[in-house]
């Protein structure tokens, strides 16, 4: 306690406006970046450097490299985390406004409830959280739907199922990551997974011939200050202002990301990027993030959301 009391306000605020605002405005970046360079690629290109940054730091700082069976562990949660989300994500933003994405994305939490109802059996339903969760699915099919008068249109369908595999995908790694076996630092388990994420993404990029399509001399520089901005701002700076969060303060008040990074997501979409901003797109975001606060608040284990523009978390129990 004596600690907190000298520790600077400023440093605390700074923190937490840099995972309220840079997260939540690495959506539009992303929006950026894949109208010049191809989805999977882009992706590639800012793991690749994030982790090999993040990777290296913490080799200097003298932690201990992960074990063979820890790598193995590392990259199952990897190809999940990075080829299946985050490049999903990549891949949905040609197709979906970033407000939006953000939105379907904060619907983690939802399948995470799910998975730990119906398969870990570690979550009774009871009628708060079945409520919760009928409010997040309406959300997201308000999204959706194509019947409903709300006006604007409806987000694309391939991309909305982009979104949500990755929603489940994350979850899926989520729950991995309670059971196999990680570096105990949280710092070298992220940077392991980062740079694991991003050599698959090369390959999968690979495999889908991306880098045929790709030709450096015809990026715009804005997608070019979008990919800096993803590795620096999103991925170097945000996950260490979460770390330096997560030992200083309570894990609920770091979660509040959760419920920020969507609404600034939108707000930036709209004021920035030239997105519409309708009933429609409201009142799902509305419902999604009621969704989202009710079931984190429900679970007796009221640890951090897993962070959507970082891997800090994950590997850390």
Do not use: C
């Not at 959506?27 to 290296?56: E, H, N, T």
């Not at 739907?145 to 409806?154: E, N």
């Not at 509305?286 to 959301?305: C, F």
Request: charged fraction near 10%; charge should be positive; aromatic fraction near 10%.
């Amino acid at each position: 306690m004596e600690a907190h009391s000298h520790r600077p306000t400023w440093k605390t605020l700074l923190a937490f406006a840099i995972i309220y605002f840079v997260w939540g405005s690495t959506f539009l970046a992303i929006r950026v970046g894949v109208r010049d360079v191809p989805p999977f690629l882009l992706a590639a290109m800012r793991f690749v450097v994030a982790g090999l940054v993040l990777y290296g730091w913490t080799m200097v700082q003298g932690e201990r490299s992960p074990s063979r069976r820890e790598w193995m562990s590392a990259s199952v949660i990897a190809i999940l985390i990075f080829v299946f989300d985050y490049g999903l994500l990549f891949w949905a933003e040609q197709r979906v406004p970033s407000g939006i994405a953000a939105v379907m994305m904060a619907t983690i939490p939802v399948f995470m409830a799910l998975a730990e109802i119906i398969f870990l059996r570690t979550q009774r339903l009871t009628l708060r959280l079945a409520a919760a969760l009928l409010i997040g699915i309406g959300g997201v099919a308000i999204l959706m739907s194509r019947s409903l008068s709300l006006g604007g249109a409806p987000i694309d369908r391939a991309g909305a199922g982009a979104l949500i595999i990755a929603a489940v995908s994350w979850s899926i790694a989520s729950v991995l990551t309670r059971k196999l076996p990680l570096p105990a630092s949280k710092l070298m388990s992220s940077g392991a997974q980062m740079l694991a994420g991003g050599v698959f993404l090369v390959l999968t990029a690979a495999a889908l011939g991306e880098f045929r399509d790709f030709h450096p001399s015809e990026v715009s520089r804005g997608a070019w200050l979008a990919l800096l901005y993803l590795i620096v701002a999103g991925s170097i700076i945000g996950f260490t202002a979460y770390v330096w969060l997560i030992h200083h303060e309570s894990p609920t008040k770091v979660g509040t990301y959760a419920y920020v990074n969507p609404v600034v997501a939108v707000l930036v979409g709209y004021f920035l990027g030239g997105e519409a901003l309708g009933l429609r797109t409201i009142l799902g975001t509305i419902l999604v993030l009621i969704s989202v606060l009710v079931i984190t608040l429900t679970r007796k284990n009221k640890a951090a959301v897993v962070p959507l523009e970082t891997t800090a978390t994950v590997g850390s129990d």
